[in-house]
């Protein structure tokens, strides 16, 4: 069964509620769970193993709007808009890619201009920036 840890830290399973696991390495998790269900189960045995990593809201990277699959991203060391622009797919055709907005959650919701379209479609990499945590890419739609 695969449980996903909410924005609290915690993870619900059957029989098991509320367990913090946030900060958790899998074997520490897994031996949690199994101390928790042995009011109900002799002997559980239980192997947690990590499909996917996103982080806190602090260590994430998201895009919004008109990308071609928006979605929230892991932060990492040294990562760029051009990765960024790589694991979303790109913009839509739909997207005003040059009125993209980067908010920077860390320089208390900053705002800087992005010009994604030129990035992408023209190699531009002056609009190549790095990213920090916290980061939000918002692209919108063009008028036209």
Not at 66 to 83: H, R, V
Not at 121 to 139: F, M, Q, Y
């Amino acid at each position: 069964m695969m449980v996903p840890v909410r924005p609290d830290g915690k993870i619900t399973t059957p029989l098991v509620e509320d367990l913090p696991a946030a900060g958790r390495d899998a074997s520490t998790l897994a031996r949690e769970i199994e101390k928790a269900l042995a009011k109900y189960i002799r002997d559980p045995v239980v192997t947690v193993i990590v499909s996917n990593f996103v982080g806190p809201y602090s260590e994430q990277v998201r895009v919004v709007g008109e990308a071609a699959k928006p979605m929230t991203l892991p932060f990492k060391q040294k990562m760029t808009m051009l990765d960024l622009m790589i694991a979303v797919g790109g913009i839509t055709d739909f997207a005003d890619g040059n009125r993209a907005v980067l908010l920077r959650t860390s320089e208390n919701g900053k705002q800087y201009s992005v010009r994604l379209r030129d990035l992408i479609k023209r190699g531009d990499v002056s609009a190549n920036v790095e990213l920090k945590p916290g980061d939000v890419l918002i692209i919108p739609q063009s008028w036209f």
